[in-house]
């Protein structure tokens, strides 16, 4: 007898990296922060199917990309090469599974079926998701399509995304003012202006290596890397002093070193700015346990640091003020539209997660790919 793998409510939505028309590795993580809607539709060929995808497109409204986004699963590699589905932005996004990678995570598919086994059974689902991306609602698609009136009833009584737990969520960071003097902010800056910034990329998986990229719609910030070493013991020193005691108290986690001593600058002149992401989701950043942002300025607009799947609030923490949150959380830094922000950037981890970075860093050095740095306090 086939097994098929459960997805209920309140269980955290399975995470995959399916492909899709103009993202050949779609991180599905990212796209928390709103309602989400999956539909394991099988094949577009399918008259359910059709109705399937005729039903949502009709909620325009919702699907907004702010409120909702809607991502079809398709099974088939006709919808592809006959161009039977398209996406629609913003809100409708159409992903590829033809290896049933995403299905049989779901239970569309069972764990052990084959794409080239003709005789496979599908359970076509919709999953309707929180900005959490944990699953409210699983609702089978029905013989008589009894599903889709089932599915736009529901859609059509939830809350706004920032009420979905019935009230708005705190966000999970601690905020720690006074980490850093006035007098330190500035010659942190003044250290920067005085060497300038190098533009930075992002890390992407380029056929299972970490490869930098750049990526300006998506990051735009200039950093410099400290070299002085009086200058980065007076930083480690501040971390060790008055950060790590308070996640050691509310967390009972040790954080013996810390990696990347730069300042970061995100210029209003460069629509300076950083999409949503989080902060050890590739193998070079695999042994980050949690990030601090301390800001050295506050006279720019715009530049606060949200995150998406708790609250829709955003935070310009003031002068010296550290804010300091797990690498797991998903976060984001709005366009600054006025003036610089300046920003001392860290990561913290333990001696645990110091192993998993030596063995990485051999790895990625046989391998040829990037390296992560490594420093104790």
Known sequence: MAEYASVLPGDPAPLFYPRSSINPRYAF?????????????????????????AAVQSRRGFFDDVTACFFGISNDPQDEAEKRVADDY?????????DFAAARLYGVAAKDISPADPSHTWRRFWFVLDPMLRVMRAIPFQSDRSDLTALLAYLDALPPPSLFAGFELPVPILVLPDVFEPDFCRKLISL???????????????????????????????????????TIRETQLRVARRIAPEIARLHFFKASHMERYIIGCYSADESGHFEAHRDNTMLISAHRRFAVTINLNDDYDGGELSFPEYSPRKFKSPIGCAVVFSCSMLHAVATVTRGRRYAFLPFLFDEAAAKILEQNRRNAARAGGATPSNSGY
């Open 29 to 53: 993580h990212t796209a928390a922060g709103r309602y989400v809607v999956l539909c394991f539709f099988g094949s577009a060929a399918d008259a359910h199917s059709q109705a399937a995808i």
């Open 90 to 98: 913003p809100g409708y996004e159409f992903f590829w599974d033809f």
């Open 192 to 230: 920067y202006e005085a060497n300038g910034g190098q533009q930075t990329g992002v890390f992407r998986d380029v056929d299972g290596q970490n490869v930098g990229l750049d990526d300006n719609n998506f990051k735009r910030r200039r950093d410099y890397y400290i070299e002085d070493r009086a």
